[in-house]
Every structure is written in structure tokens, then in C-alpha cells.
């Protein structure tokens, strides 16, 4: 496993898992999920988090739900 990784599967939201394997080359835009709403295809890749220790993850993702909150707070208003 690279640094800061402490796990090797995940579960995905749909239910199904995820198992990284060690051996395999990573690609560039790695797609851990795919799905459509609407006509809309929607594709979420792991570069972003994928060579970051848990506690970065933690913070990027408490980045993300303040910048949505703040989002649907001023739509609100």
C-alpha cells in the first residue's frame, strides 16, 4: 500500500466493495464509481484522495459540507 493508506477494500454507496490491488498500475482519473441522474452520466475518480493520510481526507471532505452548507443556506435565503 502507498503511504498514509490503511485499508485495502471500501465499501461503496451502492453497496457493492471496492478492493484496491497492490500490484495493478494506478491510471490517471481512476473511477471508483459511475452513475446517472437524469441524461446525466456521473463519474467520481479517487486522484484527489488517493495518495492522502486519513486525517487529510477527513478535512477535505469537512471542506466539502461547508461549502455546501453555505451553498444551500444562501439558495434559502
Known amino acids: 500500500m502507498t503511504r498514509g493508506q490503511t485499508a485495502y477494500a471500501y465499501t461503496l454507496s451502492r ?7 497492490e500490484n495493478k498500475e494506478r491510471k490517471k482519473n481512476n473511477v471508483v464509481e459511475e452513475f446517472k441522474i437524469g441524461n446525466t452520466r456521473i463519474k467520481i475518480c479517487d486522484d484527489y484522495c488517493y495518495n492522502r493520510l486519513d486525517t487529510d481526507v477527513e478535512a477535505i471532505l469537512a471542506k466539502i459540507a461547508r461549502r455546501a452548507q453555505e451553498h444551500f443556506t444562501a439558495a434559502a435565503e
Open 15 to 21: 453497496g457493492g466493495v471496492c478492493v484496491a490491488e
